[in-house]
C-alpha cells in the first residue's frame, strides 16, 4: 500500500507580522487564496455579539478602488468565486480562481479586507440584511436548536454567543463603534494568508509583498476568552406553533479539544452517530424507525469542546428516542469498544481523513485553520496518534465525560 505523503507547505512572514501559507497543489487548475482573522463571536462582549458577523457582509460593501458591484464582477468574469464565513473563533475571506488569475486573487482579497470605506448608507442597509438572515436562522430550526444547546453549555462565556448576533446590537450600534472593532481586529499581525494550488512560489511573494507588504504592523493580539465551569442538568424546551417535526440535541461538554482527548471523541462520533453504520443510526432509525436523520458531532473549539446528538424526529417519539441514546450511552461506558471495532473504526477515521485532502479547496482550508490555531502539528500526526488509542483510553475518557449528572438536553417542539 502506498504511503500517505502530508501536502507540502511553507510558512513566510511579511515585516508586517502576517504570514504566508504557501501550499503548491501543482495538478490543480485552481487557486484558492484565503485570508483569515482571530475574530469571531467568541471575541466579542455584550455590546458587541454580532459585530464579526456583520462586518463580514459590510467588508464586500466597497472599497478605496471597487464598488460593491465591481468586487463581485471582478472576480465573476474569471469564473471564479469570492466568499466569507464567521465562527466563534476565526473569521475567513476567500477566492477560488483559474490558476492564472493569481494576481487578482491577492488584490481582490487585501483590497475588501484592509481597504474598505464603509459607506454610512450600505451600513445600515446591510443592518437589514442581516437582521433577515436572523429571521431565516430562526426559521432553520436544526441550527438554531444548536445555538440553544451552546448557550446552555456555555452559559457565563462567549463560546455561547450567537454568531449571528443579536437585532438590538446589530439594529442600534454606533457606527463609529462597528469601525473602532474593526480597526482593532483586521490587521495583518491578527491574521494568516493562505494560497493553494497551481503557482509559481516567486510570483506568490512578489505580489504578496506588493498588495499586503505596506500594511502598517501593529502589536499582536492576544487571542483570549474566558470559558466557564461545567453546567449542571439542563432540559430546556423552546415551543413553537409551526413545525412539523421536533428537534432534538442530547449532549455533554467534555474536554474533547485536548489532543488526545480529541481524537478519542472523533472514534466515539464515528461510533455512535457518524454514518449509516453508527450505533444510534441503526437503533432508532433502522430499528425503531424513530427519526429520518440522526447523527452525533464532537465540536471542538481551541478551549473547549462539546459533544452531542442531533435528531429531527416526531414529538411523540422525543422520550423513546431519548430513552434509547441514554441506553446505548451507558452500554458504551460499561463495555466501552473492543479491539476488533476499534480497528473498524481506526480504518474509517484514516479513509475520511485522507479524503479531507481530496481537493484543493479542502486542503486549503484544514492546513489554514490548524496554522492560524498552532494545531499544524496535531493535524500532521493525526494518523499516528489515532493508531495509538487503546480501548481503555477510551473506556476512561467516555466516563470521565459522559456523566448523566450533566446531561444537556435541549428541545424545539410544537405547541
Not at 472599497?63 to 469564473?79: L, N, P
Request: proline share 3%; with cysteine.
Amino acid at each position: 500500500m502506498q504511503e500517505f505523503y502530508f501536502p507540502k507547505f511553507k510558512v513566510i512572514e511579511l515585516k508586517n507580522f502576517l504570514k504566508i501559507v504557501l501550499i503548491p497543489v501543482f495538478e490543480s487548475n485552481s487557486i484558492v487564496t484565503s485570508l483569515y482573522l482571530k475574530v469571531g463571536s467568541a471575541l466579542e462582549d455584550n455590546d458587541t455579539n454580532g459585530l464579526s458577523h456583520f462586518l463580514e457582509h459590510l467588508l464586500f460593501k466597497g472599497t478605496k478602488k471597487r464598488s460593491a458591484y465591481e468586487i463581485f464582477c471582478d472576480i465573476e468574469s474569471v469564473g471564479g468565486e469570492i466568499n466569507a464565513a464567521t465562527s466563534s473563533e476565526y473569521t475567513v475571506f476567500y477566492t477560488y480562481l483559474p490558476y492564472d488569475s493569481l494576481e487578482l486573487s491577492l488584490d481582490m482579497i487585501s483590497d475588501i479586507v484592509f481597504h474598505p470605506v464603509f459607506p454610512v448608507e450600505e451600513v445600515n442597509k446591510e443592518r437589514l440584511v442581516v437582521l433577515e438572515e436572523m429571521k431565516r436562522s430562526y426559521d432553520r430550526i436544526p441550527s438554531w436548536n444548536f445555538n440553544n444547546f451552546l448557550k446552555k453549555s456555555f452559559p457565563d462565556s462567549t463560546l455561547g454567543f450567537p454568531i449571528i448576533g443579536r437585532e438590538e446590537i446589530i439594529s442600534n450600534i454606533e457606527y463609529e463603534r462597528i469601525i473602532e472593532f474593526y480597526k482593532k481586529f483586521y490587521v495583518p499581525s491578527n491574521s494568516i494568508l493562505v494560497v493553494s494550488g497551481r503557482f509559481d512560489e516567486k510570483e506568490v511573494l512578489e505580489l504578496s509583498e506588493k498588495y499586503f507588504g505596506d500594511l502598517p504592523d501593529k502589536e499582536k493580539i492576544v487571542f483570549d476568552y474566558s470559558v466557564d465551569a461545567f453546567p449542571d442538568k439542563v432540559f430546556f424546551v423552546e415551543k413553537r406553533r409551526d413545525i412539523k417535526q421536533a428537534s432534538l440535541i442530547y449532549g455533554f461538554r467534555t474536554n474533547g479539544y485536548k489532543e488526545k482527548e480529541r481524537i478519542i471523541f472523533d472514534i466515539v462520533d464515528a461510533y455512535l452517530g457518524s454514518g449509516g453504520s453508527s450505533v444510534l443510526f441503526q437503533e432508532i432509525r433502522e430499528k425503531r424507525g424513530l427519526a429520518y436523520d440522526i447523527s452525533t458531532f464532537n465540536y471542538v473549539f481551541k478551549k473547549a469542546s462539546v459533544f452531542g446528538v442531533i435528531s429531527g424526529l416526531n414529538q411523540k417519539y422525543l422520550d423513546e428516542a431519548i430513552e434509547v441514546i441514554r441506553r446505548e450511552i451507558e452500554k458504551l461506558k460499561i463495555d466501552g469498544i473492543d479491539e476488533k471495532e476499534l480497528s473498524r473504526l481506526k480504518r474509517l477515521l484514516r479513509g475520511r481523513y485522507l479524503l479531507d485532502f481530496e481537493t484543493n479547496f479542502k486542503i486549503s482550508s484544514l492546513i489554514g485553520k490548524h496554522i492560524l490555531f498552532d494545531e499544524i502539528d496535531y493535524l500532521m500526526s493525526y494518523l499516528e496518534k489515532l493508531d495509538k488509542i487503546s480501548p481503555k483510553e477510551i473506556l476512561e475518557v467516555i466516563n470521565e465525560s459522559f456523566d448523566f449528572n450533566r446531561e444537556i438536553i435541549c428541545l424545539i417542539k410544537k405547541e
